[in-house]
């Protein structure tokens, strides 16, 4: 298992387009991924667009990407660089 | 007459007579295990996703070109929510579990996924879920063979009313005759919004269903969009009060007409060119309708976004033949490949950058990637025989860079060996260009001002972040001191020297830019006789 975290600097939040992204990388690899936003616990598949949309994720938030699985590693770098560049700094 | 109001997300003021739309409602099979076979629905379900995917990869690619990438965005985010996991996971559920027909399941996960959006406290989420109930009603459509939903429209110009437009139906709609639309749902980061302000229609969302249900067709209408105001069966009170307005908009309109088909002068005889900026062929129709004199600023990006592997050359060749038909003669100034920054393009695979806005865009991913390049000059030296071509490169900072593009420029002439006059110039949008324009203007027939990146990079701000409003300065001393040097570097130089960016139409400074020497304006076609007027006005 592999994580990593991300601080959400759009001002816009998760919206669609990003999370259609995140969503489209997420399903390349076969371990299970899931993001987390700590304050509200919350957390969803990143295989799913309504359910990232569902996590209600807003400027400022912090969230944590877990990876779990086969090609965990190339998973983690592969989406956490979506989201870095879609929403924010690591 | 009973007023109502919602949110208007457009200007403009209507008067007509109203058109009545109502959505479909479908006649589901009936419900019940009887019917068809839990495995013969979710088929027909995975089927129906196939085919509803295929038509909104076809209307991101339709609007595109038609509405820009921003707009036609709206498609590939549905795409993207038609193919979700969690969504065919619910479908599947009420299938095999509940023992609910194909069209049922599609409308009980939609409901769900369209609930839990409307919970969320962002306006933004809030709004998707109008996307949800529009790819659920596509999905049933494809189910019953019903196909798509599409207003028909009485004969006569109307005031569209509906409860709620779907992005495919507000990008389709016949702008000549719908002269404004009313929705009960909607708000203003609505796709229906973002699209009727494109569109420039006056529009009003939000009115609620009952507002919407007390409008019968035929009725009149009046609406005033800035307010947010519809009134049916306006009184007379009412009538005289938007009449006035809109005479008062029409007579500015009326007085600025005056001006269509006139040289652009000044009172003491002196000249310059008004063009305008456009992003797409379809804009071509505006631009001429505005009666710009050419246009001074050709955005080719558009050829390369939404779309997953870049234009070849006869692609490009046909497009740029075409725009420059259609300006019969008048001058086209095409700015090459501005890529990167904010504007992605997936089919040219960029690396991630840290800092996007100074990384690598425009002229230096040409640079990089030369054959991409020399695609584009390739099909624009052909193109440049159907009419009078101008070329720009967007983004230079330095002579080094200038003298690498026109290097790979006379790479690609030869190879076409074409003997067409093409004018060759550079935007000048970074200081750095600002401070060396006196050797850059030695190498180029032409300067074109990008007055928006100017100001960024002048004043280090980002004209898009919210934070900086207060220190936001257009008329900034150190800009206005900028594009002195250029354009007196260019007159020493014997080269033209235009505006392309924001300050253009910007009427404070009209009368200083003329004095300084500007010879060329481009700006949005609504705003050229105006400007037109304005310079007429100064000695």
């Given at each position: 298992m592999q994580e990593k975290q991300f601080t959400v600097e759009d001002p816009l939040g998760l919206h669609a387009r990003p999370a259609g992204l995140i969503v489209k990388e997420a399903q390349r690899y076969p371990c299970e991924i899931t993001l987390t936003v700590q304050g509200s616990g919350k957390s969803a598949s990143a295989k799913g667009l309504f359910g990232l949309l569902g996590l209600g994720v807003r400027q400022g938030d912090l969230l944590t990407l877990i990876t779990d699985g086969q090609n965990e590693t190339e998973a983690l770098h592969g989406v956490g660089a979506v989201i870095k560049e879609r929403l924010g700094k690591a | 007459m009973k007023e109502f109001s919602g949110q208007g997300v457009s200007h403009g003021v209507c008067v007509g007579r109203a058109a009545v739309w109502k959505k479909r409602t479908y006649h589901s099979p009936k419900e019940g295990k009887d019917t068809q076979s839990p495995q013969a629905a979710w088929e027909s379900f995975l089927a129906a996703r196939q085919e509803a995917a295929r038509t909104l990869e076809q209307l991101y690619a339709e609007s595109c070109s038609t509405l820009g990438e921003e707009n036609a965005a709206i498609f590939s985010v549905q795409g993207m929510m038609i193919e979700d996991e969690d969504l065919a996971a619910m479908v599947q559920r009420a299938i095999f579990e509940d023992g609910c027909d194909s069209v049922t399941a599609v409308k009980r996960a939609a409901t769900r996924m369209a609930a839990v959006l409307e919970e969320m406290s962002d306006d933004y989420l809030r709004g998707r879920a109008a996307d949800v109930r529009d790819i659920a009603e596509r999905l049933i459509g494809c189910l019953t063979g019903e196909g798509e939903d599409i207003p028909v429209l009485p004969p006569y110009p109307c005031i569209l009313c509906a409860e709620e437009l779907t992005p495919a139906q507000t990008a389709r709609l016949d702008k000549t005759r719908v002269l404004g639309f009313v929705t009960a749902h909607g708000s203003d980061t609505s796709h229906t919004a973002i699209l009727a302000r494109s569109l420039g229609l006056p529009a009003v969302v939000g009115v609620g269903e009952a507002a919407i249900k007390e409008i019968r067709a035929g009725e009149t209408l009046a609406m005033d969009a800035s307010k947010g105001r519809v009134c049916l069966a306006p009184d007379e009170k009412t009538l005289q009060a938007l009449a006035q307005e809109r005479q008062e908009q029409k007579l500015v309109q009326a007085r600025q007409e005056k001006f269509r088909g006139k040289p652009t002068r000044t009172k003491s005889g002196h000249s310059l060119l008004l063009y305008a900026n456009a992003a797409l062929p379809g804009d071509i129709e505006t631009v001429l309708a505005g009666d710009a004199e050419g246009i001074g600023l050709f955005r080719s990006e558009f050829l390369y976004l939404g779309r997953e592997d870049a234009p070849d050359e006869e692609e490009q060749y046909r497009v740029y033949a075409d725009v420059l038909r259609r300006m019969e003669g008048r001058r086209v100034i095409i700015r090459t490949l501005d890529i990167g920054g904010d504007k992605q393009a997936a089919c040219l695979k960029m690396a991630r950058e840290e800092n996007p806005a100074l990384g690598c865009r425009a002229v230096r991913h040409s640079l990089l990637h030369p054959s991409l390049f020399l695609t584009q000059a390739r099909a624009l030296l052909r193109a440049a025989k159907e009419g009078r071509l101008s070329v720009m490169f967007p983004l230079i900072s330095s002579v080094q860079e200038l003298r690498d593009v026109l290097s790979l420029w006379e790479k690609a002439r030869e190879a076409v060996g074409t003997s067409a006059e093409i004018e060759l110039g550079i935007m000048i949008e970074t200081p750095a260009a600002a401070l060396i324009s006196d050797e850059l203007a030695a190498m180029v027939d032409f300067f074109s001002i990008g007055t928006n990146d100017l100001t960024q990079y002048t004043l280090a701000m980002d004209r898009q972040n919210e934070l900086l409003r207060p220190f936001?300065?257009?008329?900034h001393p150190a800009l206005l001191s900028l594009i002195r040097t250029v354009v007196e570097n260019a007159k020493r130089a014997g080269i033209w020297v235009g505006i392309c960016g924001e300050l253009g139409a910007d009427s404070d400074l009209t009368e200083h830019f003329v004095r300084m020497g500007v010879d060329e304006l481009s700006v949005a076609p609504s705003q050229i006789l105006a400007l037109r007027e304005r310079i007429a006005q100064i000695e």
């Amino acid at each position: 298992m592999q994580e990593k975290q991300f601080t959400v600097e759009d001002p816009l939040g998760l919206h669609a387009r990003p999370a259609g992204l995140i969503v489209k990388e997420a399903q390349r690899y076969p371990c299970e991924i899931t993001l987390t936003v700590q304050g509200s616990g919350k957390s969803a598949s990143a295989k799913g667009l309504f359910g990232l949309l569902g996590l209600g994720v807003r400027q400022g938030d912090l969230l944590t990407l877990i990876t779990d699985g086969q090609n965990e590693t190339e998973a983690l770098h592969g989406v956490g660089a979506v989201i870095k560049e879609r929403l924010g700094k690591a | 007459m009973k007023e109502f109001s919602g949110q208007g997300v457009s200007h403009g003021v209507c008067v007509g007579r109203a058109a009545v739309w109502k959505k479909r409602t479908y006649h589901s099979p009936k419900e019940g295990k009887d019917t068809q076979s839990p495995q013969a629905a979710w088929e027909s379900f995975l089927a129906a996703r196939q085919e509803a995917a295929r038509t909104l990869e076809q209307l991101y690619a339709e609007s595109c070109s038609t509405l820009g990438e921003e707009n036609a965005a709206i498609f590939s985010v549905q795409g993207m929510m038609i193919e979700d996991e969690d969504l065919a996971a619910m479908v599947q559920r009420a299938i095999f579990e509940d023992g609910c027909d194909s069209v049922t399941a599609v409308k009980r996960a939609a409901t769900r996924m369209a609930a839990v959006l409307e919970e969320m406290s962002d306006d933004y989420l809030r709004g998707r879920a109008a996307d949800v109930r529009d790819i659920a009603e596509r999905l049933i459509g494809c189910l019953t063979g019903e196909g798509e939903d599409i207003p028909v429209l009485p004969p006569y110009p109307c005031i569209l009313c509906a409860e709620e437009l779907t992005p495919a139906q507000t990008a389709r709609l016949d702008k000549t005759r719908v002269l404004g639309f009313v929705t009960a749902h909607g708000s203003d980061t609505s796709h229906t919004a973002i699209l009727a302000r494109s569109l420039g229609l006056p529009a009003v969302v939000g009115v609620g269903e009952a507002a919407i249900k007390e409008i019968r067709a035929g009725e009149t209408l009046a609406m005033d969009a800035s307010k947010g105001r519809v009134c049916l069966a306006p009184d007379e009170k009412t009538l005289q009060a938007l009449a006035q307005e809109r005479q008062e908009q029409k007579l500015v309109q009326a007085r600025q007409e005056k001006f269509r088909g006139k040289p652009t002068r000044t009172k003491s005889g002196h000249s310059l060119l008004l063009y305008a900026n456009a992003a797409l062929p379809g804009d071509i129709e505006t631009v001429l309708a505005g009666d710009a004199e050419g246009i001074g600023l050709f955005r080719s990006e558009f050829l390369y976004l939404g779309r997953e592997d870049a234009p070849d050359e006869e692609e490009q060749y046909r497009v740029y033949a075409d725009v420059l038909r259609r300006m019969e003669g008048r001058r086209v100034i095409i700015r090459t490949l501005d890529i990167g920054g904010d504007k992605q393009a997936a089919c040219l695979k960029m690396a991630r950058e840290e800092n996007p806005a100074l990384g690598c865009r425009a002229v230096r991913h040409s640079l990089l990637h030369p054959s991409l390049f020399l695609t584009q000059a390739r099909a624009l030296l052909r193109a440049a025989k159907e009419g009078r071509l101008s070329v720009m490169f967007p983004l230079i900072s330095s002579v080094q860079e200038l003298r690498d593009v026109l290097s790979l420029w006379e790479k690609a002439r030869e190879a076409v060996g074409t003997s067409a006059e093409i004018e060759l110039g550079i935007m000048i949008e970074t200081p750095a260009a600002a401070l060396i324009s006196d050797e850059l203007a030695a190498m180029v027939d032409f300067f074109s001002i990008g007055t928006n990146d100017l100001t960024q990079y002048t004043l280090a701000m980002d004209r898009q972040n919210e934070l900086l409003r207060p220190f936001w300065q257009p008329h900034h001393p150190a800009l206005l001191s900028l594009i002195r040097t250029v354009v007196e570097n260019a007159k020493r130089a014997g080269i033209w020297v235009g505006i392309c960016g924001e300050l253009g139409a910007d009427s404070d400074l009209t009368e200083h830019f003329v004095r300084m020497g500007v010879d060329e304006l481009s700006v949005a076609p609504s705003q050229i006789l105006a400007l037109r007027e304005r310079i007429a006005q100064i000695e």
